[in-house]
């Protein structure tokens, strides 16, 4: 039976409750939130407190609730404190609305009086006689300094394989993107690095940005004045929830028509239909990682009825033939619409085959993109995509093809329009020129898996539930790091001395030395050496901007989790340790490029690096902006209050590829089928279309959700969406645990059975630390080094009859029913 | 009863600790008996008024009836099931209650009699009447509210506490 809090009261917050502005980490949205905190001891009456209602009173639909998950007690400043996280009903993000993770925030803290999030780091931990010891933060930054000193000193910094974020919110923030770049990019020139959530160091959206369009270039508002709302490739009920809740739902109601392209029916779907009725819904389900095939043919029929904007095409965008050929770090030439149009050329009727679609829904999806109105006005569309096609097929000429769309109606940097990628988590990147780091970008996983790394660098990552071919990438890090964890062994009783040459004999052996920077013990944490705790938005102030760009600070309300700290100062005592080491070494020129290290806050680190290249914005200016904050890019200061910048491009001036010419450039897209290695032959070898999935539930924060009563009660084990026929067929019932395999290895779930699920499709949720979908991702990649997440296949067969969590569990259909 | 509020609260936030538990409460006794004027015995749990809600005979299988718990401004349904289920209550233990304000943002759900569910109109949450009100997909952060109910020998049908927190109030017991 389901989970029950047993809780029927909470404190109330008292009218003097310490009111902090909070943006919430876990996605893109970045709702506000206002944080209060008072004392222990302290509470406010039914009359009189901080929400300034009467709470002897039922409140309305709407209405403000403190639910028992927005309650927790922490630390602040030493003292245990009782905390309240409520959406903020000023906030244009989300206007007082929660999703079921953001609502989740203040539960999710640790808190040694309610005991929850127990499973976060409080001290820097040392592998140490076959265990991790904890230990101070000098002893351990010792350790990590004086091996990879040694290291990148005589082995040079090829040796040194980072993992680091390159977003905002949880982990990340300008604060932590900068000290961690600075670190890594100004003292050091690393170049054998990777992000969280692919295998190199690299844009996403390489040609949108090649193209001069950066991926975040709307208001969240241009959903609420569009015509349609054409999505690819997310799911953003789910995903950007309060985004569509606040944002599209209303557009919808304004008589917008939503498109969507996706393999999968998912909830958005249904949710859209709800809103909008049937008939202004258009879902187009295509053949998996077909998508350029139907964006080319979408632009093919725009062009040939001459719905383009015309204007602005002669206006923004290049006119002279070719102005970059295709080559090795670009994957398809750019140039004018009609040097594209040679290439991206196809039939209503070729793509409806190849997608396998109606032609005639595709020539409404067209329509609905870009015939004028009856009284000839332009249409307006706001296309957003997402994993889709970011992690589908081949990534650099399909987004393209599809950014092809918006600048062929002219849809980019005007009101109701845009074309943006929906996003994850919230950005927050600042760091020293990448430049180094090349163009493909090393491929870092074949490069670990190749034996190649003495020292590993990990922050905030945990490949081992989130990378492509998993399973071989987890068994060679295990075996390396295993080789190290003998040697330390073996070295047990020594000097510093003795125990560095040890770990160096060990990584000159074909082992690897990892640190793993997180806020918990991860998965890949356990084949490391030293754990390094950090912590979290609002256990310091964070400063990251969300999918319109908009910034703002979230603020410090609690303390840091025991010793833990935040990763800007972490990379600092990495920096400070690593100059004293090269000195010890004997190379003061070297160690010379760690200075520069000296902050005491979060806030020393953002005025050394956000503000050194915005110089209006400092914290305090930001507070003062509150929860609404200012979109970037910030363009002034005035009347105390930092001026924003709604929306990009709204000059038709395009920048983002660095030509002086300004003009954007479109896409020559060749439709080549399956494009990277490998793909074409799983797909004809297996049953099963894999689909990779997100669910709402604990889509970035899953981690933490591992230790959440009310998660694991709802899924106790990965879900994997299937057709009720071919769980017959195959004598799965549901909630049965199953087995994927494919040639890179096998992952397992629960059988959840699905309506909507296509025969012969699957769709198995992303990053559960239970079953790791990217056990059976194929290690193809595609030109850039993208990932494919999406495009996998394999087969299924049942492991074991539904365990007891499994039995208790609702299996009914995720969509609403009136 | 609203008198009782504030000596109520502070259990509820003792009871909402979990591990801890112990060591925690003795820490607000301590904090109390700086006022020693105003610290008095609190119950350990809310006083739930034990309402009759009808008769096991009113009940018709798959055919909700409006019920309001624990006042009149908290409404919730009581079903039959067709089958038992686990925490039902009654000879067959197949009745249940649930509130029937989401525990979103407070919306009215709505029963779909097709496949046993409760559904908001607000944002889109189920949740399922078979499963003790488990969230099938939504937004709140907790399962529905559910009534405990208890069946005499008459067949009379009486709810007398709750699972979870209501939406709209600090206290289930206002
Ligand atoms: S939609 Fe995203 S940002 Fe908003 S509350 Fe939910 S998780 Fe947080
Ligand atoms: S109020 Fe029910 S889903 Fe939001």
């Known amino acids: 039976m389901a989970y029950k809090r047993q809780i029927d009261r909470l404190p109330i917050p008292p009218a003097d409750a310490k009111v902090q502005n909070v943006t919430c980490h876990y996605c893109i949205v970045g709702c506000g939130y206002k944080a209060y905190t008072w004392p222990r001891n302290k509470q406010g009456t039914l009359e009189n407190n901080a929400f300034g209602i009467n709470l002897g009173e039922q409140q309305p639909a709407d209405g403000t609730w403190l639910a028992p998950s927005m309650y927790n007690m922490v630390r602040q ?20 609305l929660a999703s079921i993770r953001g609502a989740r925030m203040a539960e999710n803290r640790p808190s040694r009086v309610t005991g929850t999030q127990q499973q976060r780091l409080s001290d820097p931990l040392v592998w140490r006689n076959g265990v991790w010891q904890p230990t101070t933060w000098n002893d351990a930054l010792d350790l990590v300094a004086r091996v990879t000193a040694k290291i990148v000193n005589e082995y040079g910094e090829d040796e040194l394989v980072v993992s680091m974020f390159d977003h905002g919110g949880s982990a990340g923030g300008y604060e932590n993107t900068w000290a961690t770049g600075k670190l890594y990019f100004d003292s050091m020139k690393v170049k054998n690095c990777r992000i969280h959530n692919r295998p190199a160091y690299n844009s996403e959206v390489h040609s949108s940005r090649d193209m001069g369009v950066g991926e975040l270039n709307y208001s969240y508002s241009d959903y609420e004045v569009t015509d349609t709302i054409f999505m690819i490739g997310a799911n953003s009920l789910e995903t950007q929830t309060n985004l569509f809740l606040n944002h599209m739902v209303p557009g919808l109601r304004n008589g917008a028509k939503f498109i969507m392209v996706d393999p999968r029916r998912t909830v958005t779907v249904n949710a859209a239909e709800e809103v909008a009725g049937k008939d202004n819904v258009l879902h187009l389900a295509i053949t998996p990682g077909t998508d350029m095939a139907l964006f080319n043919a979408l632009l093919t029929y725009i062009v040939d009825n001459g719905w383009t904007d015309n204007d602005f095409i002669a206006a923004s965008t290049f006119q002279g033939g070719e102005a970059v050929a295709e080559g090795s770090s670009q994957p398809a030439g750019l140039g004018s619409l009609n040097y594209a149009m040679q290439t991206c050329r196809t039939s209503i009727e070729e793509a409806a085959g190849i997608c396998g679609v109606d032609a005639a829904d595709i020539v409404k999806a067209a329509e609905w993109i870009a015939k004028p109105h009856d009284d000839g006005a332009r249409r307006k569309c706001v296309t957003a995509y997402e994993k889709g096609i970011i ?5 650099y000429r399909t987004i393209g093809a599809l950014v092809n769309i918006s600048l062929a109606t002219g849809n980019i940097g005007r009101e109701g329009g845009g074309c943006c990628r929906l996003g994850g988590h919230q950005e927050g990147y600042y760091r020293p020129s990448d430049a180094h780091v090349g163009r493909p970008a090393e491929y870092v996983d074949q490069l670990l898996i190749k034996g190649g790394g003495k020292v590993y660098h990990v922050w905030a990552c945990d490949h081992y539930k989130t990378t492509l071919n998993a399973s071989q990438f987890k068994r060679v890090l295990k075996k390396r790091s295993d080789m190290v964890k003998e040697a330390m062994d073996a070295a047990a009783g020594g000097t510093r001395e003795e125990l560095v040459d040890a770990i160096v004999g ?45 910034m703002r600070l979230s603020e410090r309300y609690m303390d840091p989790f025991g010793n833990s700290k935040p990763d800007c100062l972490i990379a600092a005592g990495v920096a400070q340790h690593m100059e004293a080491a090269l000195r010890d070494l004997g190379n003061d020129a070297y160690a010379d490029q760690f200075k520069g290290y000296d902050w005491e806050t979060e806030e020393d680190a953002f005025m050394d690096g956000y503000n050194a ?192 969590q499994a039995r208790a569990v609702s299996f009914k259909s995720k969509e609403y029913k009136a | 009863m609203s008198n009782k509020c504030n000596r109520l609260v502070d259990v509820g936030r003792r009871q909402f600790m979990r591990g801890g538990a112990f060591a925690v409460a003795g820490a607000a006794a301590a904090t109390v008996t700086s006022a020693p004027a105003q610290a008095s015995p609190a119950n350990a749990q809310l006083d739930y008024p034990s309402n009759r809600l009808a008769n096991i005979a009113d009940l018709a299988v798959n055919e909700p009836m409006d019920i309001e718990y624990p ?41 779909s009699a097709e496949d046993r569910s409760l559904n908001c109109p607000g944002h889109f949450s189920r949740f399922d009447a078979e499963v003790g009100g488990q969230q099938i997909w939504g937004h709140a952060t907790q399962n529905l509210p559910q009534f405990t109910l208890r069946v005499d020998a008459k067949g009379d049908i009486y709810a007398e506490g709750c699972s979870d927190l209501i939406f709209g109030r600090p206290s289930n017991v206002l």
């Open chain 1, 77 to 96: 400043n030493g003292q245990d404190v009782h905390l309240a996280v409520v959406p903020d009903h000023e906030c244009v993000v989300n206007s007082g």
């Open chain 1, 391 to 395: 992690w589908g097929n081949d990534n």
């Open chain 1, 506 to 550: 060990a990584v000159n052996a074909g082992g690897i030395f990892v640190v793993d920077v997180d806020i918990i013990h991860s998965q890949i944490g356990q084949n490391a050496h030293v754990l390094l705790p950090a912590c979290e938005s609002n256990e310091m102030n964070l400063t990251s901007m969300n999918g319109e760009r908009r």
């Open chain 1, 613 to 804: 290249g915005n110089p209006e914005v400092t914290y305090e200016r930001l507070r003062a902006m509150g929860n609404n904050g200012v979109q970037e890019p910030v363009a002034g200061y005035e009347n105390g209050q930092l001026v924003g910048t709604p929306r990009l491009y709204a000059d038709g001036n395009f920048d983002r590829h660095g030509r002086d010419d300004k003009k954007a450039l479109f896409c020559a897209a060749q439709w080549r089928g399956y494009a990277a290695a490998g793909k074409a032959r799983e797909a004809e070898n297996h049953n099963f279309f894999v689909n990779n999935v997100r669910a709402n539930i604990f889509w970035q924060n899953q981690f933490l959700d591992q230790d959440s009563d009310f998660v694991q009660d709802r899924f106790p084990y990965p879900f994997i969406e299937m057709n009720a026929a071919d769980m017959a067929d195959l004598g799965i019932s549901a909630g049965d645990l199953i087995e994927i395999t494919n040639e890179n290895g096998a992952t397992q779930g629960m059988a959840y059975p699905t309506d909507t699920a296509k025969r012969g499709q699957v769709a198995m949720v992303f990053g559960s630390p239970a079953g790791s979908q990217g056990n059976v991702v194929n290690p193809g990649v595609s030109e850039l080094i993208l990932p494919e997440y999406k495009l996998t296949f394999g087969n299924v067969r049942k492991l074991a009859d539904a365990p007891p």
């Open chain 2, 71 to 111: 006042d009149a401004d908290s409404p919730g349904i009581l079903l039959k099931l067709g089958e038992a289920v686990e925490g039902g209550a009654g000879p067959d233990g197949n009745i249940v209650a649930y509130s029937v304000l989401c525990p979103h943002k407070g919306w009215y759900l709505t029963y």
